[in-house]
């Protein structure tokens, strides 16, 4: 490998034999294309017509008078097909089309990154394959529908859990056997180098964005931003651009869950080695893989991204959590006030301000990532409905 | 079968590691299990009457939640075992009772996680004090592979590497180099699981790596008759590794443990190299 592969003690390539040289054309194509004035100059144009970027950086006023401080939202839920996804599918689609890739695959959880990859699979022509857990395309099906619409075929994996990891171990096991034809397409910063770099370099556009806008409106960096963290691409999206910016505080926020269930892999994980990279891993004493859980699809997964496990030791993020309860709650308080419905995911982050707002004065400005907007979550939250309250 | 407890291994050095003399002594058939599979006793039952039928080593597997280079049959070996409370303590001490039965040689393929998380140092310690050949990890590459190797030399342990199809020369030097006890030559692209039909274009591949090292050639993947065995062993392999077509029986005859060990006794002395 060319690049440092590591973050820390974090990261590497932890993989079979059969994947390294695939790993080391796919770093090779991304150093190219990366510098390429034509590679940047396409990805630029299909982020600005096809995605919709850039994303507003919205100040929203009812919650900064309830709560006393300024809050922005950093408006991700507004791009196409729904999240912060589609930015690192378009990046991944267009580095696969130009390595001559003539099959795409991906896996997903919830869906979002799914339907991002079936979607700019789609535009580009490249057909793609979507690794799906059981359980999840049960809990999805209006993604599941979204991605076919596409012209997506989806894999229903029923190995293990049947839920997002095992749709990754299917996925690499397909990438396996496939290894000269098929490009995996990673949906987060996780697996193995260079997908964390790859993924982070697609995303940090979010951080990048938001930055220049901050500085528009208020001629000043803001004091905390916050975001959800699954495998923690909208999280690192945002931190990004600010990791040398000392005095803003980078907060992630994981599945909380509920008594005993959660996807809190930063703050109750142990490091191990999973799906490629060394990073904090939600594990038994043995090293066998748990299974995580949360409300949302997209948080449920037992590891996490190895630069969060790398900026969490170095203490320049902090990773908080909020309950499945709490993200309803604030999915409910952010449409009331608002007038928006953010995804289950990003809920997490606007929960975790609301119940820590008293750690923020009036002076403060909070950016909170809105990674994706919660169209997708809308049967979820009935049955949450009626399984928190007893009925609506 | 009345059991005769071998001599004493006589290993050859090669550089500063012990290698198994069978490459210049026979060729090999080389069983693969997973540890607890069904349950322990089985496991044990099955392990003790492959070797009682006289197969020359044995490769076995810890069992792993997550294992991403195996296809359904051994996918399924793992979840079973786990599912009837296998865990690292009690693989060991299934090795320690095999130990007490017999020294056949045992290597060991396990993700690289259940070391890391046991203690790379404390693991190999155990393997040494249970006479193991070989510890191979199929998630470390050459890149991973410095503290591994390290500690298993401290420990005369042998620490063998995976070379696929995707493997390029200059590659394979490095490959040779580092590994010891043998080379794992990856038979195809993919994951494990019997195939009716083996592409044989890996035999290159063997010629390419018995110019560079006089270590063992095993090959494993796909594997599940015994033409396929003896083209393998006849064409410059040292060992044939065999897994999901023995799993399989075991998967079939979960009801009946008499016929499953009949049935993996009889197509074991099928795939056998007759001495």
Request: hydrophobic content about 40%; proline content about 3%; aromatic content about 8%.
């Amino acid at each position: 490998m060319k690049l440092n592969t590591k973050f820390g003690e974090f990261g590497g390539v932890y993989i079979p034999e059969m994947m390294v040289a695939a790993m080391e054309t796919l770093e090779n194509s991304f150093i190219k294309y990366i510098n390429c004035f034509k590679f940047k100059k396409e990805l630029n144009q299909l982020l600005n017509v096809f995605a919709g970027r850039p994303t507003g950086l919205y100040l929203a006023k009812n919650i900064s008078l309830d709560l006393g401080f300024k809050v922005y939202l950093k408006r991700e839920d507004m791009l196409h097909t729904g999240a912060h996804k589609i930015n690192n599918a378009l990046g991944q689609v267009l580095l696969a089309k130009y390595m001559g890739k003539k099959e795409i695959i991906a896996e997903t959880g919830a869906g979002q990154h799914g339907v991002a990859v079936a979607a700019a699979g789609a535009f580009l022509g490249i057909p793609v394959k979507v690794f799906m857990g059981e359980k999840d395309i049960e809990r999805q099906k209006l993604n599941v529908y979204r991605m076919k619409l596409f012209g997506a075929e989806v894999v229903s994996v029923n190995s293990g859990s049947k839920t997002l990891k095992d749709a990754v171990n299917e996925a690499l096991r397909y990438f396996i056997t496939n290894v000269k034809t098929c490009y995996y397409l990673i949906g987060s910063v996780v697996g193995p180098h260079p997908y964390p770099l790859i993924v982070q370099k697609f995303q940090e556009i979010i951080g990048k964005e938001t930055k220049e806008q901050i500085l528009a409106i208020e001629g000043k960096l803001p004091s905390a931003i916050i975001a959800c963290v699954g495998g923690g691409s909208n999280a690192i999206g945002i931190f990004n651009e600010f990791l040398d910016d000392k005095n803003v505080n980078l907060i992630g926020v994981e599945a909380g869950g509920k008594v005993k269930k959660h996807g809190k892999t930063l703050s109750n994980g142990s490091i191990g080695i999973f799906h490629g990279s060394k990073s904090y891993v939600l594990q038994d004493k043995d090293g066998q893989i748990k299974e995580a859980y949360s409300i949302s699809a997209g948080l449920d997964y037992p590891g996490v991204g190895p630069i969060h496990s790398f900026l969490k030791n170095l203490k320049r993020a902090v990773y908080g959590n909020a309950t499945d309860e709490e993200a309803v709650d604030a999915l409910k308080y952010l449409c009331k006030t608002e007038g928006i419905l953010p995804a289950l995911e990003s809920s997490h982050a606007i929960a975790y301000l609301l119940k820590n707002k008293n750690n923020f004065n009036n002076n403060d400005i909070v950016v909170i990532n809105l990674s994706g907007r919660g169209d997708k979550d809308v049967n979820q939250l009935i049955y949450a409905d009626s399984d928190l309250y007893g009925g609506c | 079968m009345q059991y005769k407890i071998p001599s004493k291994i006589q290993y050859k050095i090669i550089g500063n590691r012990k290698v198994l003399p069978n490459r210049f002594k026979k060729k090999v058939f080389i069983p693969f299990l997973i540890l607890g599979d069904p349950d322990y006793n089985t496991s044990l039952e099955i392990i003790k009457s492959v070797i009682d039928h006289g197969v020359d080593e044995l490769e076995l597997g810890f069992a792993f939640s997550d294992p991403i280079m195996d296809g359904i049959t051994i996918q399924k070996a793992n979840n079973r075992a786990l599912s009837f409370g296998m865990n690292i303590k009690k693989a060991f001490d299934l090795l320690n009772d095999i130990r007490k039965y017999s020294d056949v040689p045992i290597s060991l393929m396990l993700s690289f996680n259940l070391i890391y998380n046991y203690g790379i140092d404390n693991f190999l310690s155990e393997c040494n004090k249970l006479n193991i050949n070989a510890v191979l990890c199929p998630d470390i590459p050459l890149e991973e592979s410095n503290e591994l190797v390290n500690l298993a030399i401290k420990h005369d342990v042998n620490i063998p590497f995976i070379i696929s199809l995707t493997t390029s020369y200059e590659r394979i030097k490095k490959i040779c180099d580092i590994s010891s006890g043998y080379i794992y030559l990856v038979s195809l692209l993919g994951i494990t699981g019997k195939r009716e039909n083996i592409n044989y274009s890996f035999l290159e591949q063997i010629k390419l790596i018995r110019g560079l090292t006089e270590l063992p050639i095993y090959v494993g993947f796909g594997i599940s008759k015994s033409e396929h065995v003896k083209h393998i062993l006849t064409n410059g392999a040292d060992g044939v590794i065999v897994g999901s077509a023995i799993i399989n029986l075991i998967d079939k005859n979960l009801e009946n443990n008499q016929k499953m060990i009949s049935e993996i006794i009889i197509f074991v002395d099928k795939l056998m190299v007759k001495k």
